[in-house]
């Protein structure tokens, strides 16, 4: 992971949504990107199982859409750290490192993603609604994803859970927010794997596409 200079404090690294969206080009931005999951995120052997899957980018509201990293103040505002971004829009950001936690711990046929929009027998569709530092007396990482496995033919939902990963952090600058963000990340990738694997195992094959 890229290490650069910390923000001074949460209110001068903070820009407002309601500015200017986009910063100038002669402004130095610092690019960040997650580490790979771990190789075993759970810890029992994987089932061999003959599907393929496919996770789908998250869909996710306009505050979450972009690359920046976004911070709820403690009077309840969205705002996002100036001079700092992530490396690809939040939902393709997190689209790709669950994909890579799949295909890291095997048991899979394959694992591909919608950017290539090949056939698989299931699909791994999610909604975004957290994705943020929480300010507070505890600042903490919130993720929000409810993720559902589907039949890419019937468009039939097999099954659903909604996920919330509460990561506590130091303090708001920067290097505590990334940290805090990587250790929520592989908490949602951990607890999607072992709820999605035996989920797969257990649909019916006269029921797979």
């Given amino acids: 992971m890229i290490r650069l200079p910390l923000t001074t404090g949460l209110l001068a690294a ?17 690019v960040y990107q997650y580490s790979q999951p771990p ?7 994987p089932q061999s199982l003959p599907l393929s899957l496919r996770v789908d980018t998250p869909q996710a509201g306009y505050a979450h859409t972009g690359p920046r990293l976004m911070v709820q103040t403690r009077d309840n505002q969205l705002l996002s750290y100036r001079g700092v971004r992530w490396s690809d829009p939040t939902p393709t950001l997190l689209r790709e490192y669950l994909a890579q936690a799949f295909q890291r711990q095997g048991g899979l046929r394959a694992v591909t993603t919608d950017e290539n929009a090949l056939h698989a027998d299931v699909h791994l569709g999610s909604d975004l609604r957290r994705f943020q530092v929480v300010d507070g007396e505890q600042p903490r990482i919130l993720i929000e994803l409810q993720a559902r496995l589907v039949n890419p033919e019937s468009r039939r939902i097999y099954v659903s ?10 303090n708001t600058q920067i290097a505590h927010v990334l940290e805090g963000h990587e250790r929520a990340a592989q ?5 999607l794997l072992e709820w999605a694997l035996p989920q797969m195992a257990a649909i019916p094959a006269d029921s797979r596409p």
């Fill in 14 to 30: 903070l820009l407002t949504l309601g500015g200017c969206s986009l910063l100038p080009e002669s402004e130095p931005v610092a």
């Fill in 161 to 170: 859970r909604d996920f919330r990963i509460e990561q506590p952090i130091g």
């Fill in 39 to 45: 190789q075993n995120l759970i810890q029992q052997r």
């Fill in 187 to 191: 908490t949602l990738a951990r607890q």
